[in-house]
């Protein structure tokens, strides 16, 4: 977790990508990631996008969303018609681990997660260029999230609900 030594080889794996990437670029045309920290321990954001826009997307590569990221249909409805679609580059898987099962994984509904949870995120990186083309931008991608331990936010849940 958060200022671990594991927690640290993570970012420094980060980094040596990031060097890697930038020895095929000229030099310093590849921005530097951001040093953003919380407590004193780096950390990282990483996202990704509902939409790609129509004109750029493979037709093989559409695909719904899933039930329990859009469950009323709402950004289903808003791909009709629209210059936008959702691809499977756009899907963020969601997982618990499930060690009662031999440390298998399961589905899990992304409003699950919580605040306090200890979680694993899988991501990519995508260079995109900045600034008339000569400059590129590495951004972290988000492709899942694995709930590892939700013991911390239970506890701090019991602990709200105690004092209520």
Do not use: W
Not at 59 to 79: E, G, H, S
Not at 119 to 125: D, G, H, L, Y
Request: aromatic residues 12%; hydrophobic residues 40%.
């Amino acid at each position: 977790g958060l200022g671990s030594s594991q927690f640290q080889a993570c970012f420094d794996a980060i980094y040596d990508i990031h060097q890697s990437l930038s020895q095929h670029f000229p030099e310093n045309t590849l921005e530097r990631l951001p040093e953003i920290s919380h407590e004193g321990c780096p950390e990282i954001a990483a996202s990704n996008q509902y939409f790609t826009p129509k004109n750029i997307a493979s037709p093989d590569d559409l695909i719904p969303f899933k039930k329990c990221v859009d469950p009323q249909n709402i950004l289903q409805y808003a791909t009709m018609g629209s210059a936008f679609v959702h691809t499977a580059e756009n899907e963020v898987e969601y997982f618990e681990l499930n060690i009662s099962t031999m440390n298998r994984y399961k589905d899990m509904n992304p409003a699950s997660f919580h605040i306090g949870d200890i979680v694993e995120a899988q991501i990519s990186f995508l260079i995109v260029p900045y600034k008339s083309n000569y400059y590129f931008r590495v951004l972290p991608v988000l492709r899942a999230i694995t709930l590892l331990d939700a013991k911390f936010q239970k506890v701090h849940t019991l602990k709200y609900l105690l004092k209520s």
